[in-house]
């Protein structure tokens, strides 16, 4: 299987910036497009941002501009930086990667986080 493990949650000022860092391990396996999804209290979850394996990236009309995710392939890492933060982006995060492994005979799975919490607030 493919493992995910987040870093980088935590407590934050309006305005203020975190970096979330997701790390991807296992046996022999390729990863597809990877991404950040979110769910804050009461809402369904939704995609905030993702990457496919050659770079190309899409946000969420609300992070648009103020979010970056980025990938690192030889690292197997998925990051997003996020900016200017407010007190909707407060949620819990989840990486989230499709990936093909031998376990699954090459077909395509999704994996997840166990996610981590932002929160923005005074």
């Known amino acids: 299987q493919v493992q995910l493990v987040e870093s980088g949650g935590g407590l934050v000022q309006p305005g203020g910036s975190l970096r979330l860092s997701c790390l991807a391990s296992?046996?022999?396996?390729?990863?597809?497009?990877m991404a950040w999804y979110r769910q804050a209290p009461g809402k369904q979850r939704e995609l905030v941002a993702a990457i496919t394996s050659g770079g190309s990236r899409n946000y969420a009309d609300s992070v648009e501009g103020r979010f970056t995710i980025s990938r690192d392939n030889a690292k197997k890492t998925v990051s997003l930086q996020m900016n200017s933060l407010n007190s909707e982006d407060t949620a819990v995060y989840y990486c989230?990667?499709?990936?093909?492994?031998?376990?699954?005979?090459?077909?395509?799975?999704?994996?997840w986080g166990q996610g981590t919490q932002v929160t923005v607030s005074s």
């Open positions: 989230n990667a499709n990936a093909m492994s031998p376990g699954t005979n090459w077909s395509p799975r999704d994996y």
């Open positions: 296992g046996s022999m396996y390729r990863l597809n497009t």
